[in-house]
């Protein structure tokens, strides 16, 4: 890869990356509750953290096998993490938005309180 072409791909990566993150802050102005500006905001910041990273990654070929590292590890964590804290907001009754008609997530919590509690639901 000629030096030219790999300084326009790593830049433009960065660009994008950065693109990506002010979408993030854009969805943490404009969406209406905690879980909907939580789903915005990781899902853009992890695109925007793969782009950024291997950007940096092309610009500087020696640390290209870190970037790769580092995306294959954010892409691992970054959506066990959202999940726990939907999750942990949901079990403490934070309030989703009005608009909000489907509640997927009470029926798999009412089965799994049902099969701890011996088969009983005590609520």
Same mark, same amino acid.
């Given at each position: @890869?000629?030096?030219?072409?790999?300084?326009?791909i790593g830049y433009t990566l960065?660009? $994008?990356? %950065?693109?990506? /993150?002010?979408?993030?802050?854009?969805?943490?102005?404009? @969406? !209406?509750?905690? /879980?909907? *500006?939580?789903?915005?905001?990781? *899902? %853009?910041?992890?695109?925007?953290?793969?782009? #950024? #990273? +291997?950007?940096?990654?092309i610009l500087n070929p020696s640390? $290209?096998?870190?970037?790769? +590292?580092?995306?294959?590890?954010?892409? +691992?964590?970054? !959506?066990v993490a959202s999940s726990v804290?939907?999750? %942990? %907001?949901?079990?403490? *009754? #934070? !309030?989703?938005?009005? &608009?909000?008609? #489907?509640?997927?997530?009470?029926?798999?919590?009412?089965?799994?309180?049902?099969?701890?509690?011996?088969?009983?639901?005590? &609520?």
């Amino acid at each position: @890869m000629t030096e030219l072409t790999q300084q326009i791909i790593g830049y433009t990566l960065t660009g $994008l990356g %950065a693109l990506f /993150y002010f979408y993030a802050g854009l969805g943490l102005l404009r @969406m !209406p509750d905690f /879980y909907t *500006k939580l789903q915005a905001s990781t *899902k %853009a910041t992890t695109l925007g953290t793969f782009s #950024v #990273v +291997l950007g940096v990654g092309i610009l500087n070929p020696s640390f $290209l096998g870190k970037s790769l +590292l580092l995306i294959v590890f954010v892409a +691992l964590t970054n !959506p066990v993490a959202s999940s726990v804290m939907i999750r %942990a %907001a949901y079990k403490n *009754k #934070v !309030p989703v938005c009005k &608009e909000t008609t #489907v509640d997927e997530i009470a029926p798999i919590l009412t089965n799994q309180e049902s099969q701890r509690n011996g088969g009983e639901n005590h &609520e």
